[in-house]
């Protein structure tokens, strides 16, 4: 009898972590600023969000980045998982996937871009909109096929097309990162 419960509990322990292993959420690969292949799974999952072929899916580190962030609830001034906003979110991507440091808010955001066209949008440029009749008040990330990463307030982390009839109208304005060369400082 003993020998019964035993084995129920090594085939308990081992259906445990085997169920848990594909319940975790994909760890980031690589540096920031550094490509890497994405897991399979990770491809295929954004690559039916976004309705592009899963060759599509190229950068591992941005999709893993926001499948690890997927959900988590908006809280202004919030930059951890138990709550982010739209800036924080926005900063954390650009630091953590490209290796790119960006200010805190909108406000100076909207400032360390360079304007663009909607159509020459790539992953990983910012993108603004005016609610509340507040200038740049939300940024979001750009992904691709017309996509884009973001905190709402009211879905947390999500991914939303740009030509949603609500989110549309108030688009705002779009750009890449200025990125400051290091050597270009005063006095260097």
């Not at 066209?117 to 740049?136: A, H, P, Q, S, T």
Request: net charge neutral; glycine share 10%.
């Amino acid at each position: 009898m003993k020998k019964i419960h035993y084995l129920y509990g090594v085939l308990l322990v081992t259906i445990m972590v085997l169920s848990s292993c594909h319940a975790r959420k994909a760890a980031m690969r690589g540096q920031p600023g550094e490509v890497v292949k994405p897991q399979q799974s990770v491809a295929e999952k954004y690559s039916a969000i976004m309705g592009v072929e899963k060759s599509d899916i190229q950068n591992g580190r941005l999709y893993e980045f926001i499948d690890d962030w997927m959900g988590t609830p908006y809280h202004f001034g919030g930059q951890d998982k138990s709550g982010v906003d739209c800036s924080g979110l926005a900063q954390l991507l650009e630091a953590q996937v490209f290796g790119v440091e960006i200010p805190r808010s909108t406000g100076e955001q909207i400032n360390v871009i360079k304007r663009k066209y909607e159509e020459e949008l790539v992953e990983g440029d910012l993108i603004f909109f005016d609610y509340d009749g507040k200038k740049f008040s939300h940024v979001g990330v750009y992904l691709q096929n017309g996509y884009f990463v973001h905190a709402s307030s009211t879905k947390g982390v999500t991914i939303t097309r740009l030509h949603d009839p609500y989110t549309y109208r108030y688009f705002s304005r779009c750009g890449s990162v200025i990125v400051q060369d290091p050597n270009s400082a005063p006095g260097k």
